[in-house]
């Protein structure tokens, strides 16, 4: 007889099976399938994740975490039977609440919003967007509704990226973290900008290529268990810990911006491929939210190689690459050029600065769209204000403003915040690394980054989803998550690259 908890785990695994089935279709669509595939892979697609959420949200599925709960002891916070159960729970509660005519009709409602997102984008035309987005914003709430939380709606969405934590806890980071970078922004706003023309030039994409992937298998990105691919939109996915997708585009006349994209990614890929193998096949072989997903992109991306040590390594081996372009740069000006920082209209395209900008603006957009406090109709022009005090400039038109990210058409309310909480995660992270790593300067210097991945592969990556974001912070780093390590952080980069005068204002405790 298998124990309760196995015949749990056997239940699940076919599950997990149909979801990275699901996956590798994405992943296809995205980078090799035709267009004419597009009707066919959605049908595809949705009778494979449809089979997957009815398995899922059988009452079987209940019947046996009931079971596992009852033979469990007292656990210990790490116990992976324990975790299993835990986090099984709390899906399948979220799944369950759902009605499946609500799951039905949010879906229809996605896919018609996203054509009509396009369309809108491609015509400069919010009003073929906005009835697809108020239909969005309705199902939302009452998906929350269904779902249930403590404070608002929002709690209900966010919950489904980041686990853990509440919509008065990020607006309390996000309104200390605006008070100090909005005047720091205006100060490097002020200051004389950094030419970052060294970095224009002809880059072939095979060349481009070769050297990304030289830099990220320095990281400990293995190919034997990845791959690299090309795609519209940079993204990272994974089947299994053994079997990891990194994908990136290629612009021949900017170097920086398939490099930095490729170890983004790669710093994606390398938690994916660090999750514990024991835990594949079960909810728990995921990252543990999206937050931590995107602290480790940032950290690879922004700590390690937005730095002198870094490009004392690797500008060698770069100007070898690329003799007719950067044949003479010297590293301080290419430093700088990599780490310029200005106001500008598009989120993907921002400096790791103002970025957090971008997103402070979405979350209070979206979390107004769904508590009733900003109407749909209203939302270029909230936008477009909130642009203006931000980052002190405006788009000319709704297709370089509202409607230029594609996650409200996708019904993903909720997400966005993700992206500053990796961010100010990430900072708190190595801070700590460099506690525990005195050599940590001189390894980056030396392209030794073992371990530097040691220590994330013990403190975050190889735990899945057995700890919540915050729990996992705070084993790893002594503390919650704070704004003070990145604000300490970007005030010494920024203040010295742009020779900002004593800042402002000091670090709140
Ligand atoms: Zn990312």
Redesign the pocket.
């Known amino acids: 007889m298998p124990t309760p908890v196995e015949a749990l785990r056997t239940h699940l695994a076919p599950i997990e099976d149909l979801k990275a089935a699901a996956a590798v279709l994405t992943w296809d669509q995205e980078t090799n399938m035709p267009e004419g595939g597009a009707g066919a892979r959605a049908q595809q697609l949705s009778t494979l994740q449809s089979a997957a959420h009815e398995r899922f949200v059988a009452e079987e599925t209940g019947e046996l975490l009931d079971r596992a709960a009852e033979a469990l002891d007292a656990p210990a916070p790490l116990d992976p039977d324990a975790a299993l159960v835990r986090v099984t729970r709390r899906d399948y509660e979220r799944a369950v609440r759902v009605p499946s005519s609500l799951v039905a009709e949010l879906s229809k409602a996605t896919s018609q919003a996203q054509q009509a997102w396009k369309q809108a984008r491609a015509h400069d035309d919010f009003s073929r967007f906005a009835p697809h987005l108020e239909r969005l914003v309705d199902l939302s709430v009452e998906k929350a509704e269904a779902i249930g939380y403590e404070d608002e709606p929002y709690d209900a969405l966010l919950a489904e990226y980041e686990p853990g934590r509440t919509t008065a806890e990020v607006e309390s980071l996000f309104d200390t973290l605006r008070d100090d970078l909005v005047p720091l922004v205006d100060a490097i706003d002020d200051a004389s900008q950094v030419d970052n023309a060294i970095l224009r030039g002809t880059y072939p994409q095979s060349a481009q290529q070769e050297f990304g992937r030289a830099v990220i298998e320095d990281f400990g990105y293995d190919f034997d268990r990845g791959r690299q691919d090309v795609s519209a939109h940079p ?2 996915t994974a089947f299994s810990p053994n079997d990891v997708r990194l994908t990136t585009r290629y612009d021949e006349k900017n170097v920086a911006s398939a490099l930095f994209s490729t170890i ?2 790669a ?2 890929g390398l938690y994916e491929q660090g999750i514990d193998p024991a835990l594949d096949r079960t909810p728990l072989g995921e990252a543990a939210s999206l937050s931590i ?2 602290s480790q ?2 950290l690879w991306e922004n700590h390690v190689s937005r730095s002198r040590p870094f490009w004392r390594q690797y500008l060698p081996q770069l100007r070898e690459t690329f003799p007719n372009a950067l044949g003479d740069a010297d590293l301080e000006p290419f430093y700088r050029a990599i780490n310029r920082v200005e106001p500008s209209l598009i989120r993907v395209e921002a400096d790791e600065v103002t970025y957090n900008l971008h997103v402070m603006l979405r979350f209070e957009l979206e979390r107004g769209l769904i508590d009733g406090s900003v109407s749909v109709n209203k939302l270029p022009e909230r936008w477009n204000a909130a642009m203006d005090e931000y980052l002190g400039v405006v788009p000319e038109t709704d297709a370089k403003g509202v409607l230029q990210d594609v996650h409200w058409s996708q019904g993903a309310f909720g997400y966005f915040p993700t ?1 500053t909480l ?1 961010t100010l995660t990430a900072a708190q992270l190595i801070e700590t690394i460099q506690d525990d790593l005195s050599e940590l300067t001189k390894q980056v210097a030396d392209g030794r980054f073992g371990p530097l991945l040691d220590w994330l592969r013990t403190h975050i990556h190889q735990h899945g989803r057995i700890l919540e974001a915050p729990d996992l912070l705070d084993r790893a780093t002594g503390a919650s998550l704070s704004t003070a390590p990145w604000l300490r952080y970007v005030r010494d980069k920024f203040g010295a690259l742009y020779d900002l005068s004593k800042p402002r204002e000091r670090d709140r405790p």
């Open positions: 993204f990272t983004h990614e710093g994606h997903h995107e992109a940032r992206y990796g």
